[in-house]
């Protein structure tokens, strides 16, 4: 079993910032890719920010130069820095990680999601 537990969204006014947090656990054997998508009413889950194992990263070109993506020591939590919010940027936001657990080969799997409003 693996879980993703997503923290740090909310409410901010346009122009302010957020960190979105994410960790990995259960009977993880390799963390590969991890990343973060977004999903506003109405629309599909588009993916924001990707960080890969070599800590190679890949951003949507709506949140290039605002948002940063990282991973900690451990490889197993990943944190999106989100800064000069807008409004467009408002959305579920969920975290995902492709990993490798004891039982079962590879594949991707998803947090609970958490909401981040951004208020004009």
């Known amino acids: 079993q693996v879980q993703l537990v997503e923290s740090g969204g909310g409410l901010v006014q346009a122009g302010g910032s957020l960190r979105l947090s994410c960790a990995a656990s259960?009977?993880?054997?390799?963390?590969?890719?991890m990343g973060w998508y977004r999903q506003a009413p109405g629309k599909q889950r588009d993916l924001v920010a990707l960080?890969?194992?070599?800590?190679?990263?890949n951003y949507a070109d709506s949140v290039k130069g605002r948002f940063t993506i990282s991973r900690g020591n451990a490889k197993n939590t990943v944190d999106l820095q989100m800064n000069s919010l807008k409004p467009e940027d408002t959305a579920v936001y969920y975290c995902?990680?492709?990993?490798?657990?004891?039982?079962?080969?590879?594949?991707?799997?998803w947090g609970q999601g958490t909401q981040v409003t951004v208020s004009s």
């Open positions: 995902n990680a492709n990993i490798r657990t004891y039982y079962d080969r590879s594949r991707d799997y």
């Open positions: 259960g009977s993880i054997f390799r963390t590969n890719a």
């Open positions: 960080i890969t194992s070599g800590d190679s990263t």
